[in-house]
Nanobody
């Protein structure tokens, strides 16, 4: 069983930076491609970016490409989301998720992910 816990959310001004972490517990973490999603009030959950199990490949939504960076450290059972040049429209609850092992990379739909963290709030003020 895999459990995920996000941390690092908070309030930041537009143009600023924030880093999120996702700590996994469970022996299968290293086998999973991982992703970050976000959900703003009244909106559907949105794909942010994904990283392969070995960290060799990443894939981003167009809305964050060039501003956000995903990385992982399998020795620490963690993935990270570095967010730079933040905009008010980046305000959302951010979730990390582990892909179902029968799905290819990258998968941009929430249904492809079988394990989710509880989320962490990111608020960007204008």
């Amino acid at each position: 069983q895999l459990d995920l816990v996000e941390s690092g959310g908070g309030l930041v001004q537009a143009g600023g930076s924030l880093g999120l972490s996702c700590l996994a517990s469970g022996r299968t973490f290293k086998s999973h491609d991982m992703a970050w999603f976000r959900q703003a009030p009244g909106k559907e959950r949105e794909f942010v970016g994904a990283i392969t199990w070995n960290g060799y490949r990443t894939h981003y939504a167009d809305s964050v490409k060039g501003r956000f960076t995903i990385s992982r450290d399998n020795a620490k059972n963690s993935i990270y989301l570095q967010m730079d040049s933040l905009k008010p429209e980046d305000t959302a609850v951010y979730y990390c998720a582990a892909v179902r092992l029968d799905r290819g990379f990258p998968s941009r739909v929430p249904e492809s992910y079988g394990t989710w963290g509880q989320g962490t709030q990111v608020t960007v003020s204008s």
